[in-house]
């Protein structure tokens, strides 16, 4: 199985090689609390960008160990690129995967605040 997602004006588009999760996390850092993120994560090479590399534009804050990339159009974050003891990951927003219905998942809650 797998799961696509996409901005909100369909610019930028991805899909993931893997189940959708039944689990995600929140995080109430001052960036994850702002943008109301619901994340899962997945190694790189479950990831592929289907459209929008053109599209894409970075941010980056703290210690700069997660690349966040919003679409230039629409201002949306599919997902973001970073590292984990396991290598190269993707941190997707679920939000941005209609297929997920959020009110199912079980929930972690992340306190990155306190990082």
Do not use: W
Not at 22 to 46: I, W, Y
Not at 92 to 107: A, E, G, S, W
Request: net charge negative; glycine share 8%.
């Amino acid at each position: 199985m797998s799961y696509s997602g996409s901005c909100h004006c369909g610019a930028v588009t991805f899909t993931v090689a893997a189940d959708a999760p039944g689990e995600a996390m929140t995080c109430n850092c001052s960036h994850c609390s702002r943008k109301g993120f619901v994340l899962t994560f997945v190694p790189a090479d479950q990831f592929t960008l289907d459209s929008g590399a053109d599209r894409l534009t970075d941010y980056l804050f703290y210690k700069h160990a997660i690349t966040h990339q919003f679409c230039r159009t629409c201002g949306t974050e599919p997902f973001a690129l970073g590292k984990s003891p396991q290598g190269d990951m993707r941190a997707i927003n679920l939000r941005c995967v209609p297929d997920v219905d959020i009110d199912t998942l079980t929930i972690q809650q992340i306190d990155g605040a306190s990082f």
